[in-house]
Structure formats: C-alpha cells, structure tokens
C-alpha cells in the first residue's frame, strides 16, 4: 500500500488503495469522480488562501483525498458534509487521525444550515475582511450549480456561512460553467450565472483539471473556481427581483432584451408596462442580454421595484405558470390597463 504522511496525520493508505481496501466503487447517480493526484489536490486547497488556524467546510469529501490536503495545512478544525454512507469508515479513519480536528456530517449539503457550525469569534465584520472561514468542495456538476445560486442567496440575505462575514468559497464546475461564472459582457458564455453571481462575488477562476484526472474519468474537464463576496452588491436588492429579472431578460438570449422585458408583466399590459421599465431604466431596449451591462441591470431592476411597488401582485407574475394560475392575473390585468398614464407618468 502506498503510504502518505500528513503534519498531524499519522501515515494512511493512499486514496487509491481507500478505494479499493472499502470496495468503493464510484456511483454515477451521484456524479462520482476521484482525484488521486495529490499535486492537484493540493493546489485546489491553496486556492482556497491561508487557512491556517481556520475553519473549513469540506462539501462531498468522499474517499477524503481533499480533506487530507486540508488537514496537512493545520486548520483549527475541518468539517466534512457528505451524503454517501459508504464514506463513513474512511472519513473517520481520517477523523481518528486527525486527533479531533474533524467533523463528519452525513447529509445533504442542499438542505445544510451553517448558521451555529463556526465559533462565534471567529464573525468579521460585513465590510471586514472575510473570516478565517472557507467552503470547499469538489462536487458533482449537478450540485454545484444549484448549491451556488442557493449560497448566492445566502450571501445576499448575510445568512447560512455568511453570518460570519464574506466567507470566501473554493468549488469546481465543469470548465464550460467555470467560464461562464467569469463571463464578461459581450462574450459568448455571458448568461444568468455570470450575472447572478458577479453581482455578489468577485469570481476568478483559477485553473481547469484535465478530466484524466479523475477515476473514473468524467466527459469534460473541471474548472476551479474562487468566490469572495463583494462588500456592496453592485444591484443592492433583494435576491429573488434580481434572479426574476436576470432570469426573464435572459430567457430570449439571442433576442432584443425587450422581449424578456414583457415577460415579466401580465399579457394585456406587457408592452406598455415593458416600455415604461426601460425608459425608467434608460436602457436601450434593443441591445442583447449578453450586451447589459451590470449597471444596466441594476438601473432595470430597479425599475422592475419600483413599478412593482406601485402593485405588488406584479411581483408574483410569472409567465411561465399554468393556463389555471394565469387567470388569476386577469384582475390585475385589467385595474392595470384603467391606470391613467398620468399615474403611470408619476414613476418617470
Ligand atoms: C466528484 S466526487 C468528489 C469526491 C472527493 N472530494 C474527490 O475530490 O475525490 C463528489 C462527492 O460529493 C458527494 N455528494 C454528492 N452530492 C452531494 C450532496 N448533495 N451533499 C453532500 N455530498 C454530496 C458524493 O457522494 C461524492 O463523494
């Protein structure tokens, strides 16, 4: 067996030999892949900067390959949140060995609250710097995307992880999403996630792992990616406007945003409502999603508030809902339409 010695680790079997010694055999329904390379390994926990004295929350460890590297790098405590039960034995082969410094959790990091998992002391200040606290995770490409969204959220309401203050995140996703977590304006892979997630993070990704790294070897290659919240979102609203109005607006990606724009209004009302927003917004309303810039969806969804502030039924409107539920949106479309446009006139 090969032998791999850690600064608090006693010597264990090597990952590979983990696998085969639990006759772990990767699932394909959790998206398993492995890393064995420690080099890359290693290089993925640098990412995540100094966490020496820290605390780190490992997301789908697995064999443990990942938490080992975090452990050789002395934080002062590792939690580890997997859902696979087979994992056990050798996740807590690495808790004995680890004299205390790790936490297993079997569950679901879909459904984890981290609100009480960090000591109190260790809070930093919202516009501090970020806490010596640090997400991890090599994930399935599944869960990340929607564990991203989901901690954006969680970042925009200072909740979960983000209690302590800008707790930074180290994730990997397959290449193709790694770049269109960093897409700017203009580029080809500029979409939803770019603009959700750059409204709340400074977002680098770091390098792109060859999918032969991985056992077994997965279709794509993987990017690793950095998050660490903005101090200020630039489009300071609540989260569920943004993802409402990035969401529609780039629903017709290829087309004028106007289109997009309509959908967020009842049907009798789309085009005048449409019209309003955008002039409130100065945007022009023939420019292509991926050509907005952040300060335009910014000055967009404000005026999507703004409008919705005058009816807040509007907020619940969404185009995509059952013939049945639509209905219910006839009231509105009609009190809307006998609005005078002397009224509407008040928002410009
Ligand atoms: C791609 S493997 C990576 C394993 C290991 N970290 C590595 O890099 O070799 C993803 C891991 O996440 C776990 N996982 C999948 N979905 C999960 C979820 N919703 N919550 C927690 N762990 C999950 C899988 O069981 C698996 O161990």
Known sequence: MGVEVAVRLPPLPSIRDIISLYKINALRKLSQNFLLDTRIIDR????????????????????????????????????????????????ELLADASQGHMDIILGDVMSYKMDKVFPDDYCKPWDGPPPNIHLIGNLPFNVSTPLIIKWMKSISE???????GRTKMTLTFQKEVAERLVAPISSDQRCRLSVMCQNW???????????????????????????EPLVQPIINLPFEIVEKVVRCIFSFRQKYCVRGIETLFPKKIRVSFAKEMYEIAEVNPQTQPFRLNLEE????CEAYKLICDRDPRLLKYNHRASKMELEEFEDLNNDLLSCNNEELGVLK
């Open 158 to 164: 200072k909740n979960s992880a983000w209690t302590y």
């Open 297 to 300: 969806f910014r000055r967009l």
């Open 201 to 227: 993070c400074k977002i680098t990704h770091k390098f792109t792992i060859p999918g032969t790294a991985f056992l077994p070897k997965p279709e794509v290659d993987v990017g690793v990616v950095h998050f």
């Open 44 to 91: 993925i926990v640098k990412t995540a900067g100094r966490i020496e004295d820290g605390y780190v929350c490992e997301v789908g460890p697995g064999p443990g390959g990942i938490t080992r590297s975090i452990l050789k790098r002395n934080p002062r405590r590792v939690i580890v949140i997997e859902k696979d039960k087979r994992f056990l034995p050798s996740l």
